[in-house]
């Protein structure tokens, strides 16, 4: 077990785990801030619409149930914390079925090099076709950007 990511592993203890309570793996990072470890795990309503979300008490669930496996396995060397969240408003799409489910909602791109003289681009999303991430503006002009030239997607926050 050791040789495996610390996603892959939480992956395969919580699959069964989530599915039972209506939830998925949405994302998990494990990173070092300053000198803290951190397990993030952010879960998702299963096969939820754009508007379903994660309450307090799903991410309660997933930490305790987390917590006890992971002390279980014991796969982590160092000392951490672990957090579970949902993605947020602001959530950073990641796989294609995020791109998917997300299609027609305003999100922000951001790159790694300007285009057209700015690094941050918004419009609503038309999807990731053909490995690019494919927005419209204000103005209903379509923008492509290769997959590879973009830092982060994200739904766009309105109030």
């Known amino acids: 077990m050791a040789k495996k990511k610390i996603s892959e592993i939480i992956q395969e203890i ?5 599915e039972q309570n209506n939830l998925e793996l949405y994302h998990c990072e494990f990173i070092k801030e300053g000198k803290d ?3 993030r795990v952010y879960i998702d309503k299963l096969n939820g619409a754009a508007d379903e979300y994660v309450c307090t008490d799903d991410c309660e669930l997933v930490s305790r149930f987390l917590s006890e ?12 914390y672990l957090e579970v969240s949902s993605p947020g408003m602001d959530r950073t799409l990641y ?4 791109f998917a489910k997300f299609a027609g909602h305003l999100v922000e791109v951001n ?10 681009h918004e419009g609503i999303l038309v999807g990731l076709i053909d490995n690019c991430i494919v ?3 204000e103005n209903e002009n379509e923008m492509k950007f290769p997959a590879d030239q973009v830092s982060k997607t994200c739904l766009a926050v309105v109030f």
């Open 69 to 80: 496996k992971l002390d279980e396995l014991d796969p982590i060397a160092q000392n951490y």
């Open 14 to 18: 919580s699959m069964d785990f989530l």
């Open 111 to 120: 790159l790694y090099k300007a285009f057209e003289g700015r690094k941050m």
């Open 37 to 39: 470890w951190f397990l």
């Open 135 to 137: 927005i419209k503006d």
């Open 95 to 98: 796989k294609e079925k995020d």
